[in-house]
T-cell receptor
Framework: GIQVEQSPPDLILQEGANSTLRCNFS?????LQWFHQNPWGQLINLFY???GTKQNGRLSATTVATERYSLLYISSSQTTDSGVYFC?????????????FGPGTRLSVLP | KAGVTQTPRYLIKTRGQQVTLSCSPI?????VSWYQQTPGQGLQFLFE???????NKGNFPGRFSGRQFSNSRSEMNVSTLELGDSALYLC??????????????FGSGTQLSVL
């Protein structure tokens, strides 16, 4: 089945710093989403981005489908950005696996 | 519009027991999928339901089962609990089933501890 990797696994930042999180996937996808899991376990949908670039406030994401990677940019980070960021992919050729999640990037933003 | 609602929030069970978890999707969403999250295995797909039919099932033993009702609410059941079933169980809803170009929306999860 499709493989999803995320880097870095852990990231520690000072408040106000910028960061880039990466997601690599091993096959073509028809759906890619980024999620933020807060300290209470809730997964918040940040972006649906199978290709192209989107921006939402301090967050933006870019997916280069032909090269099989996606990037999540966080600018001017705040302590509330702390948590784990997951990318999840779905492929039409992966019947039975639904969405496949990467292992996540754990972000800690220090005040 | 209310989000995805999962109950209960926490559960403590002992080995051998069975457990039922509940998920109410966002109003109008007809697809419900379940995921298990553990520190060692990460987020793993359990199953997906649409129109009361199971469409996909992940690689889990038959002790894990689920169903969906006509109002799109879903339940999952784990029988003969094992210590390794301790996990956060997350439910997600979407407008249509996979493969899809729709967003997934998750509930807050049920934290199951098996003693």
């Amino acid at each position: 089945g499709i493989q999803v990797e995320q880097s870095p696994p852990d990231l520690i930042l000072q408040e106000g710093a910028n960061s880039t999180l990466r997601c690599n996937f091993s096959d073509s996808v028809n759906n890619l989403q980024w999620f933020h899991q807060n300290p209470w376990g809730q997964l918040i949908n940040l972006f649906y981005i199978p290709s192209g670039t989107k921006q939402n406030g301090r967050l933006s994401a870019t997916t280069v489908a032909t090269e099989r990677y996606s990037l999540l940019y966080i600018s001017s980070s705040q302590t509330t950005d702390s948590g784990v960021y997951f990318c999840a992919v779905e492929t039409s050729f992966n019947y039975g696996q639904n969405f496949v999640f990467g292992p996540g990037t754990r972000l800690s933003v220090l005040p | 519009k209310a989000g995805v609602t999962q109950t209960p929030r926490y559960l403590i069970k002992t080995r051998g027991q069975q457990v039922t978890l509940s998920c109410s999707p966002i109003s109008g969403h007809r697809s419900v999928s379940w995921y298990q999250q553990t520190p060692g295995q990460g987020l793993q797909f359990l199953f997906e339901y649409f129109s009361e039919t199971q469409r996909n099932k992940g690689n889990f033993p038959g002790r894990f089962s689920g169903r969906q009702f006509s109002n799109s609410r879903s339940e999952m059941n784990v029988s003969t609990l094992e210590l390794g079933d301790s996990a956060l169980y997350l439910c997600a809803s979407s407008l249509v089933p996979t493969p899809t170009n729709e967003k997934l929306f998750f509930g807050s999860g049920t934290q199951l501890s098996v003693l």
